[in-house]
Structure formats: structure tokens, C-alpha cells
T-cell receptor
Framework: KNEVEQSPQNLTAQEGEFITINCSYS?????LHWLQQHPGGGIVSLFM???GKKKHGRLIATINIQEKHSSLHITASHPRDSAVYIC???????????FGEGTQLTVNP | SAVISQKPSRDICQRGTSLTIQCQVD?????MFWYRQQPGQSLTLIAT?????????ESGFVIDKFPISRPNLTFSTLTVSNMSPEDSSIYLC??????????????FGPGTRLTVL
């Protein structure tokens, strides 16, 4: 069993739809990260969470430490949101990340 | 935040040759991480490069195949040696935040897309 599991693996949505990607982890963490990877390969950090909820524009990330679960929500989705979204955790401050398998999101116009 | 550059951004190489990937950070960092992402897969840590000491390799990765240099606090190289098509991947370097409020953050280079024929 992977330490970090994401669902779904693939997600196709119509423009404007509300999207949720889920992440569960099985280890104690220092922080949980949501990352975005575009086809060129570059990775952008969207959120870093250790508790509660964060919002940035149309993106919302939540984490439940007791349940070891996090969700990434995208409101009013747009084709430019199409990318791979990756959940990753660090078990200590400044340490390496352990990654989920990623969710390939495609938003159709 | 840290700004990271990698060279080359992509390369196509012949089987049996070696490629050295460079990672440059705009600030001094103690630890640098090298990751590999095989096609359709998530990222896997190859090794952690600390300045002034030998790199620490993860299970399944060895120094002879992936030698790493870390000559100073802003630069590192990863060499992929004696390449085979199975080495075709995106290689990324990453660093943690350097300030007390950002130690948990991670910053990534743009990646090097390697294709081995």
C-alpha cells in the first residue's frame, strides 16, 4: 500500500464544473503539498497545508489531520486547469517529499 | 521562495552514453533533492545531496549509475551513466525552503526531459 494515495487517477470535466481530488496518507506528516504539473513537466506548488483550509483564487485545499485526508477543490473549472495534480507529504520539516500517483485532470470547453 | 534552473531542459541521447544535468539555485541551501519521473508515473526520490558530504541514495539507486556532485551551496549535478531506454524520464531537482517560516515548503526546478534511444 502506498503511503500517499490519490483518487481519482483520471478526471474529465466540462468547463464550469466543480472538481474535487482526494488524497489519503498513512504516515505522520509535517505538511501536505498540492502540486500542479503541466505537460512540459514543470511542477508548481499550489498549497502547503498542516491544518485547516487554504484558498487561492478558484482553488481550495482542506486537510483533516485526524482522518489523514486532504482534498483539492477547483471551482468554476476552466480548460487551462487541465494538468496533473499531485499530492505529496513531508514527514519532517525540510525533508524530502513522498508523492501520490497524481490525478490527470482534463477540462473540456 | 527559491528560483531553480536546470540544464539541459531536454535531451535525446544514445544508449550507452552519459548525460550530466545541472541544477542552479538562486540562494544557498543545505539540502537538494534529485527526483525521477518515469513516463506516466509519479516522482521518485533518487538521492539527497548535501554540500560537503556524500549524497544519500534511495533504495534502488546507486552512485555508479547516478553520480552526484555538490560543489557548493547553490549548485549540484546529477549524471545518468551508461544510459538505456529505461532511463527515459523527467529528472527534477528540488530544494526545501530556507527561512524558518518556509522549511516545509518545496521548490522545484523546471525539469530535464531525457529520451534515450
Amino acid at each position: 500500500k502506498n503511503e500517499v494515495e490519490q483518487s481519482p487517477q483520471n478526471l474529465t470535466a466540462q468547463e464550469g464544473e466543480f472538481i474535487t481530488i482526494n488524497c489519503s496518507y498513512s504516515v505522520g506528516i509535517s505538511a501536505l503539498h498540492w502540486l500542479q504539473q503541466h505537460p512540459g513537466g514543470g511542477i508548481v506548488s499550489l498549497f502547503m497545508l498542516s491544518s485547516g483550509k487554504k484558498k487561492h483564487g478558484r482553488l481550495i485545499a482542506t486537510i483533516n489531520i485526524q482522518e489523514k485526508h486532504s482534498s483539492l477543490h477547483i471551482t468554476a473549472s476552466h480548460p487551462r486547469d487541465s494538468a496533473v495534480y499531485i499530492c505529496a507529504v513531508s514527514t519532517a520539516s525540510g525533508s524530502r517529499l513522498t508523492f501520490g500517483e497524481g490525478t490527470q485532470l482534463t477540462v473540456n470547453p | 521562495s527559491a528560483v531553480i534552473s536546470q540544464k539541459p531542459s531536454r535531451d535525446i541521447c544514445q544508449r550507452g552514453t552519459s548525460l550530466t544535468i545541472q541544477c542552479q539555485v538562486d540562494s544557498q541551501v543545505t539540502m537538494m533533492f534529485w527526483y525521477r519521473q518515469q513516463p506516466g508515473q509519479s516522482l521518485t526520490l533518487i538521492a539527497t545531496a548535501n554540500q560537503g558530504s556524500e549524497a544519500t541514495y534511495e533504495s534502488g539507486f546507486v552512485i555508479d549509475k547516478f553520480p552526484i556532485s555538490r560543489p557548493n551551496l547553490t549548485f549540484s549535478t546529477l549524471t545518468v551513466s551508461n544510459m538505456s531506454p529505461e532511463d527515459s524520464s523527467i529528472y527534477l531537482c528540488s530544494v526545501p525552503g530556507t527561512e524558518a517560516f518556509s522549511y516545509n515548503e518545496q521548490f522545484f526546478g523546471p525539469g530535464t526531459r531525457l529520451t534515450v534511444l
